[in-house]
């Protein structure tokens, strides 16, 4: 992407970011459950039961034209110092996180293991694997026990009766007394910024992963190989 094309992108999601933020309560059941049924957002999803007492939750969810293994591999190498956010790279940019968004499928971040880290900012602290299951769910978790708070971020990968996926993010968080606490984990700014850029990431994420998938189904023309000349060896004979 150009320079100037991450810069018009950008001050495309920062208008989105700042509408949402002002007008944080006539939207907010639109963000919350942006793209998903009323069913998907209501239903408990591994790794709820970490934030057993959310102060806020969201639901988002996308219909990807590609079964779960393909759309699984954008998932699993997301982070900083990984495959990026697929976000707007300039606003992730702007704060510090040094992120560079890939389009493509990077085979050294196929593999995450309980326990293993993701950053989403250099400097801030990494989140912790705390449930994963190839091609169908990676649950993400923090928690400071300092402060409080707390928060998942998880996705989850259902096959539909079409052999799409459908795509669903769950985030949940609890923030503690402290005002920082209340501002980086509570909904007043959290929730709208988070909002703008997670929309941003599915929309790219379905994209992405619907065209692996197009390319991937569509038909191969017979690999030509070497075909040895025919040898009449009797014409050879008669020759000799």
């Known amino acids: 992407m150009t320079r100037s094309a991450v810069i018009r992108q950008s001050l495309g999601g920062a208008v989105l970011i700042a509408t949402h933020v002002i007008l944080t309560k006539p939207l907010r059941r639109r963000r919350t459950t942006w793209g998903a049924t009323a069913t998907e957002a209501a239903a408990a999803l591994p790794g709820d039961e970490l934030i057993p007492h959310p102060a806020w939750c969201y639901t988002h969810a996308v219909t990807v034209d590609a079964p779960p293994e393909v759309v699984w591999p954008w998932i699993v190498q997301l982070g900083q110092g990984r495959g990026g ?49 190839p091609n169908a769910r990676l649950v993400l978790h923090a928690r ?23 795509l669903i993010e769950r985030g949940c968080s609890s923030c503690g007394p402290g005002l920082v606490s209340r501002l980086f984990f509570g909904p007043l700014l959290m929730e709208p910024i988070g909002f703008v850029m997670s929309r941003k990431m599915l929309l790219t994420i379905r994209a992405l992963a619907s065209a692996a998938g197009t390319e991937a189904a569509r038909p191969r023309p017979p690999r030509r190989g070497f075909v040895p000349r025919r040898i009449d060896l009797g014409r050879r004979r008669e020759c000799g």
């Open 85 to 133: 956010f697929y976000s707007y790279v300039g606003l992730e940019n702007l704060i510090g996180c040094r992120v560079r968004n890939t389009d493509k499928v990077l085979r050294d971040y196929q593999n995450l293991d309980t326990g293993d880290e993701v950053r989403l900012h250099p400097k801030a602290p990494p989140l912790t694997v705390a449930s994963v299951e």
């Open 144 to 166: 400071d026990p300092r402060t409080g708070d707390a928060s998942i971020w998880a996705f989850h990968l259902l096959r539909d009766q079409a052999g799409r996926t459908r």
